[in-house]
């Protein structure tokens, strides 16, 4: 299936950018063992190849875990360590940029897809114009 070469296969770990800098999970995430950092549009996107995943989870994880209070309840210092999002997932070599209207159909048919009970996962290339919202299509 050549559609495979489009996409390889990453772990993909999202935090917020607005409670912890960039410096300091680069730190923690490259000591671990990931490829790359990025961070845009209030979100702090770090990725890794899929063998390092569970390595770098585990490092930002025990960033938080040390910052709880004594009785293991959240402080403002665990809270910036949270992560938004974590998984090994297929993510695009590039992306396609769209327009509105085409974002509309390509937002309807991945809402189409995803909601079919006989599809597990789906994956796209779509990159969509700033201000779109494609969960409100």
Do not use: C
């Not at 990931?34 to 549009?41: G, S, T």
């Not at 930002?60 to 402080?75: N, R, V």
């Amino acid at each position: 299936d050549a559609t495979i070469f489009v996409f390889d296969r990453k772990g993909v770990i999202e935090m917020d950018a607005e409670k912890v800098s960039e410096d300091e999970v680069m730190e923690v995430a490259l000591e671990a063992g990931a490829d790359d950092i990025v961070n845009e549009d209030g979100v702090i996107t770090v990725t890794t190849d899929p063998s390092v995943f569970d390595a770098v989870v585990e490092a930002i994880q025990a960033k938080h875990d040390a910052a709880l209070s004594p009785k293991e309840e959240e402080t403002p210092e665990s809270e910036k360590w949270a992560t938004l999002s974590a998984s090994v997932s297929m993510v695009p070599q590039a992306y396609t940029s769209v327009d509105a209207d085409t974002a509309k159909k390509v937002a309807k048919l991945l809402n189409k897809l995803e909601e079919d009970e006989d599809v597990q996962n789906v994956y796209s290339t779509v990159e969509y114009p700033d201000g779109f919202d494609p969960d409100a299509e």
